[in-house]
């Protein structure tokens, strides 16, 4: 046998050249070799152009001799697979699977590695395997080398590099202006680890010159860290910048293992990369026999009013506390506290009379008084509740009304304290009725001198997805680490935060206009986020003459948000009391879904502005999103998504006249037409506007009353 | 308020000169005083002579003003107590708690500390205090400067400093002469963090020319790193090195919290330092309301044969297992795994018929195929038993048999991991009739940079102590931290390791002959040890020719350990084999007791001899150990302790002729004579030897069948 396999291993190694593989429809073309050094590389091409010129691949082990060069090839597999799955929820009810595969394995002393490529019509992604082996069964990542060495100074939306950090606001600027610095000024982020001046975070959002655009993110990121970019501003040359531990190592291994996939989505056509189902493809199917119990949310809750500053999330105003030590029914209340059973049923009433299925209730659970900045371990025990938030009370009432209350755990980042009692609290959660939950990991990571994007963090938040589907709780996690697709394999887990959300604008600079054009091509590249939309009063010194903050948006585009921001989990975030001010605006944000069979999208720009369209979950409904950055836009919008020969009634929320996101934010024009197929619809977008359409098929009585568009 | 605050402050500031308490017999005295910089510091006198000078106090906090200088004192109270109190088990009835106090309140820009002093008859303790207060809540500690300044070159019996390990053998020397470098030669110790050449752990244990004896450590370790020595070599000044975390900190504390005590026991004589109850004073009562469940316990286990390498722990001989991956069903056993249904069966009939109660069974659960040296975070779940051990069988039958067996917990010091499956481990324990856990940390603790003396995990051991007395369970922790007298607060904490125990004579260099005389002088003064004695088959080879280890000592002194080394827990370590072929000297392990009601230190010298006799809990019955180091010894013993007027048969369990820890161990004679309290018994301890006396009340029948010693 082993000569055998010697032979096979000689063959192969002689005649080892580039290999070359094209996807389905041979648009992209990708090829690897080993350099004569033994060292592997890669090149992708679109159309015969080079988007990734030859590029390093390889793992650094720690005390280990090197494995980075050195390598023959021992093995080549070629193989393609074009299949088509239902996601448990999604954007479309159906993906199609298609690609051409190669597997490379190589070998250095008798230590395997293969490297695996997927090639998409729109993307590749590619990862490296360590199968079981003799030679190599526990290892520490020193380094991972994986280059992308693109081929010029190319257009980028992007981030600082940050270990712990992803909230804040996108710079578009080209690759050799990049200063990452910017970071150490972003002082709304407290918690801030920032590795350098030109490292940048995933998705990675670039447009060349000649008008093609590169996203470069990582898909299925599990036991191993995530992947920040370090750009060589000369070259245009990219690598690999892994999170490190604790003590400075970047992953502990054990074969068989795999690291995440490196993807890299193209297309000369924008709305390709907000179509693209690449990642997803690449992560597993659902490791949860049962979904069922697995259901699209939107809710209301108790939130907004912290962060404009009418409530608190503590009941008292007193500092140091000690969980253990302290009497919560002798503090004084501050008068202020958000969470409350009267309040909270007022939410419940609210969400129930608006057809919501939620209501999240923040600030419900002691510790709040000094929950933040301290670096303290025993913080929250997630099972008991301040003295005015009676859990069996509520739990009857939102029964009664057919609401579910969303929980809330927020860990302070303390995150041994959190998996010492999350079984406790998931048990109590499914004592009082609660099947959702919002995780959060605001602050400093303890165990100490850990990151919120290394490792040990990536292990636990999927740690806390299949923990939370064991006891059938949706999750829904704010500040991890950005998602790279695993919403597919733990369907449980609807959204993340994992980016710089609506609240921001609340207490900061705030996002500027253009923000939410670049948040599909970025951070939602990985999946849903939690951002939050539904704030129609935008202007905050409603609340205070004082406060000069207020959410960059126009009043419409807020409603846009729901359908360009793709989540299963949409909150309508602002104060009932606003949205009864507005009640015709409000009727987008009861009507909308939040899970849908098909999707569209019409026009994209990142930076620039997305038009979006999707048809409801089983319904013959349809509902429109336009969103602009701060320059106004008129958008002409085919309808050639709906059923052909059909009449819809087409009912429109457009910025009204001179609106504009900073001088005339809430004005707003509702008017409904008779729409089919055929019809073009011009929508006319403020400064910083958008607009929103919902589409119904029209009833006779809608012929009599409205006229054709 | 504020104006009489200050008039006070002034009027103590002013009058402040230093601060002098005696201790109640007057034997020791103490003073305190800040320096004209404002620096708190102490003296210790004995006897009218310096035992510590001049020595600076205080802690250094991270991102504060100055700390340790620049003190007022803003309040002075002094007080004295004297009161007496039973443990729950011991080595006594009752103890006396007899100190005279000395608080100092000090100010430093408006942020207090204050340092306590308790000065006994045989010792001084003193704590730093942080009271709540508006300028300090949360705070780092980035250093203590504790002092110990000593007037001399002394003697002392050290191990090296080091963060992770405290198993190494003792050495005796001068503090000019200490090289803690050669703690990196202990290659038998696979997890060592050293911190320097002349830093040495506690209890440290001292003579000065004099022959004054000097123990310096620690009392009531919680929330807290633990204390390493730093010595100047030149000026035999000692001061504080605390454990860092992953990051370099030491604590994060909030206040009101207080340091554990630091901890000097003084005497001219030996015995007194082993008598001394000065830890277990300075330690809160027990906070376990109910007690009865908690029982000093004699036990056997399946544990030496992995030891001397006739047994595994792992069930089959593969490497690289995944825990949630393996089959374990379909592994091929390696024929020689300890833990399984029959052998247990066979050790609870040993421990049923000697009168043992309870049976430690370790290797019984899967993932000890690849459990140790490749810092694996997924290593044990703690519930699932290799398929060739019962659990429900074993249940009944040891039930049966009116035995208990004894759960193990190795976590291979992957601590996240067990702290996320501790309260199913222990629930899956108390459904199966379990009610003791052992609990084992070998390895580099995860969370990685994490050290087994650092302030996380101090808490974390003392968090199984809590946890498990929720429980009902009594604990042994292997490779914790040294005690520090906490078995007073959580009498359920029965016994460490936290030294080099008897194992290692079965697999390294082994303890030397004097080991077990410096055992009592430094790591038991902090709390008993389980040492895991009576190795009858003191030599290895027994079991492989070829094998050169054995234990250093002559089979008597295997029977004196179980008295002079104190332990509520005790384990018969050896085969039963061994004790089958050995009846007679057997009897003594199974008739001494494990919880006394009085104890006698009858002599002892650090590293030479240590005679000691304890009276059986609730008995008329007397066991008496001596040991000797490598050196033959000739010990006299007045039975005065025995009850005046009466006569007792004294077994007498003594080396036998030419006996000698490495020429001749196993060689030993067995009398039984009567005595009373007026009698002087010659014993005569070969050179690494050791005797063994039980008195029991003489009988009438003994009166005719034995003679008068």
Redesign the interface.
Same mark, same amino acid.
């Given at each position: 046998m082993k000569k055998i396999f010697l032979v096979a291993w000689v063959f192969v190694s002689l005649c080892m050249n580039a290999q070359t593989i094209n996807s389905p429809n041979g648009k992209l073309k990708m090829s690897f070799q080993l350099t004569p050094e033994g060292e592997p590389v890669y090149e992708l091409l679109f159309g015969g152009k080079y988007v990734i010129k030859k590029s390093k691949l390889g793992i650094e082990l720690k005390n280990h001799p090197s494995f980075i060069k050195g390598f023959s090839v021992v093995k080549i597999d070629s193989s393609s697979k074009d299949e088509t799955w239902e996601p448990i929820w999604g954007e479309v009810k159906q993906i199609r699977n298609n690609y051409k595969e190669l597997a490379v394995t190589l070998s250095n002393e008798n230590r395997n590695i293969i490297i695996r490529f997927r090639l998409f019509d729109d993307g590749l992604g590619f990862r490296y395997e360590f199968p !079981?082996q003799e030679q190599l069964?526990?290892f520490i990542v020193s380094n991972e080398v994986t280059e992308f060495n693109l081929t010029g100074d190319h257009k980028t939306f992007w981030i600082p590099g940050d270990f712990d950090s992803n909230e804040y606001f996108y710079i578009n600027c080209k690759l050799s202006e990049i200063d990452a610095g910017i970071g150490k000024e972003v002082n709304e982020i407290s918690t801030r680890s920032l590795p350098g001046p030109t490292i940048v975070q995933t998705p990675l959002m670039m447009k060349t010159e000649e008008g093609l655009y590169i996203n470069i993110h990582e898909a299925a990121l599990v036991d191993y860290p995530a992947m920040n970019i370090v750009i060589n501003q000369s070259a245009f040359s990219l690598s690999t910048v892994l999170v490190p531990?604790?003590?400075g190592?970047k992953a502990?291994l054990?074969?068989p293992c795999k690291t995440p996939w490196r993807t890299i989505i193209i297309s000369d056509k924008a709305v390709d990369i907000l179509a693209s189902k690449t990642i997803l493809n690449l992560n597993e199917p659902s490791k949860i026999e049962n979904t069922d119990w697995i259901k699209p949310t939107k809710y209301v809750g108790i939130w907004w009013p912290m962060h404009v500053g009418t409530a608190t999330w503590n009941y008292a105003d007193v500092?140091?506390i000690?969980l253990d030590q302290t009497d919560w029914n002798s503090l004084k209340p501050n008068g202020k506290h958000g969470a409350t059973t009267e309040n909270t049923k007022r939410y419940i009433d609210f969400a129930a009379e608006n057809g919501f299925d939620g209501v999240l209730v923040e600030g419900w659970n002691v510790g709040w008084e000094?929950w933040s900045g301290?670096?303290?371990?025993e913080v929250f025990d997630f099972v008991t509740p301040y003295p005015d938030y009676d859990v069996k009370v509520l739990e009857e009432y939102a029964k009664s009304k057919g609401v579910k209350i969303i929980m809330h755990h927020e860990t302070s980042a303390s995150v041994?304290n959190y998996? !010492?009692r999350?079984?406790?609290a998931y048990r109590f959660m499914k004592a009082n009725g609660y099947d959702a939950v919002k995780t959060g990991y605001v602050g400093w990571i303890i165990? !100490?001198?850990?990151h919120h994007d290394g490792q040990?963090m990536v292990?636990h938040y999927v740690r806390v997805a299949k923990t939370t589907a064991q006891y059938k709780i949706m999750l829904d996690a704010h500040e991890p680490v950005r998602p790279t697709g695993l919403h597919r394999t733990y369907p449980n887990w609807l959204a993340c935060e994992a980016a710089r959300g609506n609240e921001f604008n609340a207490w900061s600079r705030g996002n500027p206009p253009e923000h939410e054009t670049i948040l599909p091509f970025t951070r939602l590249m990985g999946g849903p986020m939690d951002y939050t939309p539904g704030i129609f009063q935008v202007k905050l010194n409603y609340y205070d003459p004082n406060k000069t903050e207020c959410v960059h948006t126009t009043l419409v585009k807020q409603l846009a948000l729901y359908v360009t921001m793709y989540s299963p989990l949409q909150m309508a975030a602002d104060l009932p009391e606003n949205y009864e001010r507005f009640p015709d605006a409000f009727q987008f944000i009861k009507d909308v879904a939040v899970d849908w069979d098909d999707t569209k999208i019409i026009s994209a720009e990142p930076g620039d502005y997305i038009t979006i369209a999707r048809k409801a979950k089983g319904k013959d409904e349809w509902y429109l999103g336009a969103i602009t950055d701060e320059n106004s836009r008129d958008e002409k919008v085919s309808l050639n998504f709906l059923d052909k020969g059909k009449w819809y009634v087409a009912t429109i929320y457009a910025d009204g006249k001179d609106a504009h996101w900073d001088r005339n934010p809430m004005v707003y024009e509702i008017k409904s037409y008779l729409v089919n197929g055929n019809t073009v619809l011009w929508l006319s977008l403020a400064d910083g506007g958008g607009a929103a359409v919902g589409f119904k098929p029209a009833s006779e009585k809608d012929f009599e009353s409205l006229k054709k568009y």
């Amino acid at each position: 046998m082993k000569k055998i396999f010697l032979v096979a291993w000689v063959f192969v190694s002689l005649c080892m050249n580039a290999q070359t593989i094209n996807s389905p429809n041979g648009k992209l073309k990708m090829s690897f070799q080993l350099t004569p050094e033994g060292e592997p590389v890669y090149e992708l091409l679109f159309g015969g152009k080079y988007v990734i010129k030859k590029s390093k691949l390889g793992i650094e082990l720690k005390n280990h001799p090197s494995f980075i060069k050195g390598f023959s090839v021992v093995k080549i597999d070629s193989s393609s697979k074009d299949e088509t799955w239902e996601p448990i929820w999604g954007e479309v009810k159906q993906i199609r699977n298609n690609y051409k595969e190669l597997a490379v394995t190589l070998s250095n002393e008798n230590r395997n590695i293969i490297i695996r490529f997927r090639l998409f019509d729109d993307g590749l992604g590619f990862r490296y395997e360590f199968p !079981r082996q003799e030679q190599l069964s526990y290892f520490i990542v020193s380094n991972e080398v994986t280059e992308f060495n693109l081929t010029g100074d190319h257009k980028t939306f992007w981030i600082p590099g940050d270990f712990d950090s992803n909230e804040y606001f996108y710079i578009n600027c080209k690759l050799s202006e990049i200063d990452a610095g910017i970071g150490k000024e972003v002082n709304e982020i407290s918690t801030r680890s920032l590795p350098g001046p030109t490292i940048v975070q995933t998705p990675l959002m670039m447009k060349t010159e000649e008008g093609l655009y590169i996203n470069i993110h990582e898909a299925a990121l599990v036991d191993y860290p995530a992947m920040n970019i370090v750009i060589n501003q000369s070259a245009f040359s990219l690598s690999t910048v892994l999170v490190p531990d604790a003590i400075g190592n970047k992953a502990y291994l054990q074969t068989p293992c795999k690291t995440p996939w490196r993807t890299i989505i193209i297309s000369d056509k924008a709305v390709d990369i907000l179509a693209s189902k690449t990642i997803l493809n690449l992560n597993e199917p659902s490791k949860i026999e049962n979904t069922d119990w697995i259901k699209p949310t939107k809710y209301v809750g108790i939130w907004w009013p912290m962060h404009v500053g009418t409530a608190t999330w503590n009941y008292a105003d007193v500092g140091n506390i000690k969980l253990d030590q302290t009497d919560w029914n002798s503090l004084k209340p501050n008068g202020k506290h958000g969470a409350t059973t009267e309040n909270t049923k007022r939410y419940i009433d609210f969400a129930a009379e608006n057809g919501f299925d939620g209501v999240l209730v923040e600030g419900w659970n002691v510790g709040w008084e000094d929950w933040s900045g301290n670096w303290k371990e025993e913080v929250f025990d997630f099972v008991t509740p301040y003295p005015d938030y009676d859990v069996k009370v509520l739990e009857e009432y939102a029964k009664s009304k057919g609401v579910k209350i969303i929980m809330h755990h927020e860990t302070s980042a303390s995150v041994t304290n959190y998996e !010492r009692r999350m079984d406790e609290a998931y048990r109590f959660m499914k004592a009082n009725g609660y099947d959702a939950v919002k995780t959060g990991y605001v602050g400093w990571i303890i165990p !100490r001198g850990e990151h919120h994007d290394g490792q040990w963090m990536v292990n636990h938040y999927v740690r806390v997805a299949k923990t939370t589907a064991q006891y059938k709780i949706m999750l829904d996690a704010h500040e991890p680490v950005r998602p790279t697709g695993l919403h597919r394999t733990y369907p449980n887990w609807l959204a993340c935060e994992a980016a710089r959300g609506n609240e921001f604008n609340a207490w900061s600079r705030g996002n500027p206009p253009e923000h939410e054009t670049i948040l599909p091509f970025t951070r939602l590249m990985g999946g849903p986020m939690d951002y939050t939309p539904g704030i129609f009063q935008v202007k905050l010194n409603y609340y205070d003459p004082n406060k000069t903050e207020c959410v960059h948006t126009t009043l419409v585009k807020q409603l846009a948000l729901y359908v360009t921001m793709y989540s299963p989990l949409q909150m309508a975030a602002d104060l009932p009391e606003n949205y009864e001010r507005f009640p015709d605006a409000f009727q987008f944000i009861k009507d909308v879904a939040v899970d849908w069979d098909d999707t569209k999208i019409i026009s994209a720009e990142p930076g620039d502005y997305i038009t979006i369209a999707r048809k409801a979950k089983g319904k013959d409904e349809w509902y429109l999103g336009a969103i602009t950055d701060e320059n106004s836009r008129d958008e002409k919008v085919s309808l050639n998504f709906l059923d052909k020969g059909k009449w819809y009634v087409a009912t429109i929320y457009a910025d009204g006249k001179d609106a504009h996101w900073d001088r005339n934010p809430m004005v707003y024009e509702i008017k409904s037409y008779l729409v089919n197929g055929n019809t073009v619809l011009w929508l006319s977008l403020a400064d910083g506007g958008g607009a929103a359409v919902g589409f119904k098929p029209a009833s006779e009585k809608d012929f009599e009353s409205l006229k054709k568009y």
